[in-house]
């Protein structure tokens, strides 16, 4: 990696010799992690320059992370919480708050670094394919936006889609009337638990489908997947 193209990462933990531990070995890897101990200086130095990953402590001194996590959704800003608490509630609302990835303490710091390049890889794909000739996904009553992950209906107020959902509506999308293994689907987003694709379906069904609870335009597919059963037309 040159200067130029070295991930700047914001490591937002208040305990100081983890938050240490973090910064040293990802500066190790030749990521340029900075340091912060609370919620707010790390959101004061985002308003100047943005991180391409933030790592977010959920118990901060002066905010809850799970809040600050909230804050960071629908920026380009990968996030990976790092957290004590090992419960499935806490693992889902950090997904359902637009969290890419989830560790728990106590981890070997080679472990963070592996979430870190996975995440980066994600991010950079992502950014790539901004690049490239724009594209409109119409669907029934909707367009869906790859580039700013926007979805508008005709009759309802504009969605942002996190970029893992937008991910994930994108696969479906390219692939209307097939079927995608959960597999397919999770792709580079995979985070140590299964349970992570069920969550971002359910807030991707409740967002496009007239009743979630008996989607229409995706089915599942049980044993096999998901299916888009809808006609996709893309405009440039």
């Known amino acids: 990696m040159t200067a130029a193209t070295t991930p700047l990462i914001y490591v937002i933990e208040d305990e100081s010799d983890l938050n240490q531990m973090i910064c040293s070995t990802l500066n190790s890897f030749r990521y340029d992690a900075r340091s912060f101990l609370t919620g707010e200086s790390a959101l004061a130095e985002l308003s100047a320059m943005e991180p391409e990953i933030c790592i977010v402590d959920l118990n901060l001194p002066d905010m809850d992370g799970m809040e600050l996590v909230r804050l960071l959704e629908g920026k380009e800003i990968g996030v990976i919480i790092v957290s004590g608490r090992d419960g499935l509630t806490d693992r889902v609302l950090g997904l359902e708050f637009g969290a890419d990835d989830y560790i728990t303490k106590p981890f070997e ?3 963070m670094v592996a979430r870190v390049q996975s995440l980066l890889r994600r991010i ?3 950014k790539s394919q901004q690049h490239e000739k724009p594209k409109l996904a119409r669907f029934g009553n909707w367009t869906f936006q790859p580039e700013s992950l926007s979805l508008k ?3 309802k107020p504009e969605e942002s889609l996190s970029r893992a959902e937008g991910d994930m509506l994108l696969a479906l999308l390219k692939h209307p009337f097939q079927i995608l293994s959960r597999d397919q689907l999770l792709g580079e987003n995979c985070v140590p638990y299964d349970r992570s694709i069920d ?4 807030r991707l069904r409740k967002k496009i489908e007239s009743d979630p609870q008996h989607p229409e335009l995706i089915k599942t597919v049980y044993g096999a997947g998901y299916m888009f059963t809808s006609e996709v037309r893309w405009e440039s």
């Open 109 to 111: 710091p080679r472990e």
């Open 124 to 126: 950079r794909k992502h």
């Open 199 to 202: 969550v971002r379906m359910s």
């Open 153 to 155: 209906h005709k009759s």
